[in-house]
T-cell receptor
Framework: KAGVTQTPRYLIKTRGQQVTLSCSPISGHRSVSWYQQTPGQGLQFLFEYFSETQRNKGNFPGRFSGRQFSNSRSEMNVSTLELGDSALYLC????????????????FGPGTRLTVL | AQKVTQAQTEISVVEKEDVTLDCVYETRDTTYYLFWYKQPPSGELVFLIRRNSFDEQNEISGRYSWNFQKSTSSFNFTITASQVVDSAVYFCALSEDYGQNFVFGPGTRLSVLP
């Protein structure tokens, strides 16, 4: 079974631009979560999508948004990029969403490394 | 509020030494999950172990062992006879949401020197 895939793996943008990152979950998985990893703030939860609906959201500004398609693939968008958005963005997928039928393991992708100049 | 603390920012050991990575967590929930992940330079998070709040059994897996103590809200990780390949950043994480929406600790960078 293929794992979680993220594209692109590396991206360079300039301040003020916008960017879209893509995540393809493991086949059959319906939940996708996004995390941001920076040297200063560490690993932080961005949001989770389940069945095309945002189920949970972390403490990030509205410039960070996402969506999920009917095939469970998810995209994350960051508008008006700032230097501080430079980070490794990790995506994780799981079969269902939290609190449904107990424990629900997340599988992480390799991440997209975004550099904002 | 949920929080995970890893007080050790960086640890350096010489190969074959034992090393313990500390993790202290805070949560108000009675049901939660704790995890350890390893992040090598490639960046991908490698799952090591999970524990749920009802399972305080310690576990040993090869050179790895984990000590979960609810009384002290700690979930420490020990590597026995460390190897250079163990060099990585190790994250402890907490989930109050059945394995979703992790809160990660800041990580401990382990360097194992030959």
């Amino acid at each position: 079974k293929a794992g979680v895939t993220q594209t692109p793996r590396y991206l360079i943008k300039t301040r003020g631009q916008q960017v879209t990152l893509s995540c393809s979950p493991i086949s059959g998985h319906r939940s996708v979560s996004w995390y941001q990893q920076t040297p200063g703030q560490g690993l932080q939860f961005l949001f989770e999508y389940f069945s095309e609906t945002q189920r949970n959201k972390g403490n990030f500004p509205g410039r960070f948004s996402g969506r999920q398609f009917s095939n469970s693939r998810s995209e994350m968008n960051v508008s008006t990029l700032e230097l501080g958005d430079s980070a490794l963005y990790l995506c994780a997928s799981s079969l269902t969403s939290g609190s449904q039928r107990g424990y629900n393991e997340q599988f992480f992708g390799p991440g997209t490394r975004l550099t904002v100049l | 509020a949920q929080k995970v603390t890893q007080a050790q920012t960086e640890i350096s050991v010489v190969e074959k030494e034992d090393v313990t990575l500390d993790c202290v967590y805070e949560t108000r929930d009675t049901t939660y999950y704790l995890f350890w992940y390893k992040q090598p330079p490639s960046g991908e998070l490698v799952f090591l172990i999970r524990r749920n709040s009802f399972d305080e059994q310690n576990e040993i897996s090869g050179r790895y062992s984990w000590n979960f103590q609810k009384s002290t809200s700690s979930f420490n990780f020990t590597i026995t006879a460390s190897q250079v390949v163990d060099s990585a950043v190790y994250f402890c994480a907490l989930s109050e949401d059945y394995g979703q929406n992790f809160v990660f600790g800041p990580g401990t960078r382990l360097s194992v020197l030959p």
